[in-house]
């Protein structure tokens, strides 16, 4: 018991960085699909896959035929994504985080079927997948 008494602002730290750490793993809302689902909903048709990273990030490659809007931008720019409400709306990210986070809004604007890419763009190479510049 001592030892407690003598570390506990040690210990405090410690519990407070692990929430920190777990915090964004638990905090992650929402449809998530792995590389191979977004596939197949792709191939689906009907979907339209919207990327949140930067612009730079874009550039440097993204799924094909996703359309770019950084979350920055999101809520000015969500009257661009309007006609594609009855679709199934696929969110690409840097990190799970992210597309939750835009996911969210969408889901908030009136999106029924939002769905995020697990792992974001990193999983999608992982996976073998193509990547467009």
């Known amino acids: 018991m001592k030892f407690f008494i003598d570390n506990i ?3 405090a730290i ?4 692990g929430g ?14 792995t590389p191979q689902d977004i ?10 896959i919207l990327d949140v990273r930067d612009a730079k990030d ?7 035929d996703a359309k770019n809007i950084p979350l920055a931008d999101l809520d000015k720019r ?12 696929i969110v690409v990210g840097k ?10 809004k969408l889901s908030k604007a009136g999106f029924a079927d939002v769905v995020n890419l697990e792992g974001g763009v990193a999983a999608w190479q992982k996976a073998g997948l193509p990547l467009a510049k």
């Open 9 to 11: 602002f040690f210990i």
């Open 14 to 17: 410690v519990l407070i960085s």
């Open 20 to 33: 920190a750490l777990l915090w964004p793993a638990l905090t992650v809302r929402g449809k998530r699909g």
């Open 39 to 48: 596939t197949m909903l792709i191939n689906r048709g009907k979907t339209t």
């Open 58 to 64: 874009y550039a440097d490659g993204h799924l094909p």
């Open 78 to 89: 969500l009257s661009e994504l309007d006609k594609f409400k009855s679709r199934s709306l």
């Open 95 to 104: 990190s799970d985080a992210r597309a939750s986070t835009a996911a969210a």
